[in-house]
């Protein structure tokens, strides 16, 4: 952290011209995307060592989230859902979460874009419907060679 950053995040926070009583939160009238920085309570960020201790908390609390989430991920359980919910939370102290969560949302964005694409969902369904065959061909040979046997009983016959 920079006396830089310190003093844009202080310009910010109290420019009249800006204070909505929203303090930065949703896009700008423009269109823009909010500014990067801390969103803690004014009074939390006057003081140093209170600033600090809010960002080490908030770090901590972040950092368990993305943990229960990087467990998840082999589990059956929403693991990557967690992990982003963990980053926003790091977001709302630290530049580098804010970063890379508009790096993901853009790319999402962009996915889904290209996913209504009348060429892609065409595609998709093309290759959604050769894989379907392909299974059910397959299915269908092995009950031809092995009948309908539970797989617990093939051992028995």
Known sequence: MTAES???????????ADNDGTEGDGPGP???ERPLGSRAPLFIRRSRALHVSWQVG????????VGGGIVL??????GWVIIF????????????????LRW??????????KALDPKVRRRNIVLTSVGLVIVGALLGYYLWRFGFVMPWRAGMS
């Open 6 to 16: 310190d003093e844009r995040r202080t310009a910010v926070a109290t420019d009249p």
């Open 30 to 32: 423009d269109g823009s």
């Open 58 to 65: 908030v770090f901590v609390i972040g950092l368990a989230i």
């Open 73 to 78: 991920l082999p589990l059956p359980g929403p």
């Open 85 to 100: 919910a963990g980053m926003a939370v790091w977001a709302t102290e630290f530049v580098w979460a804010q970063l890379v």
């Open 104 to 113: 993901t949302k853009r790319k999402v964005t962009e996915a889904a874009q």
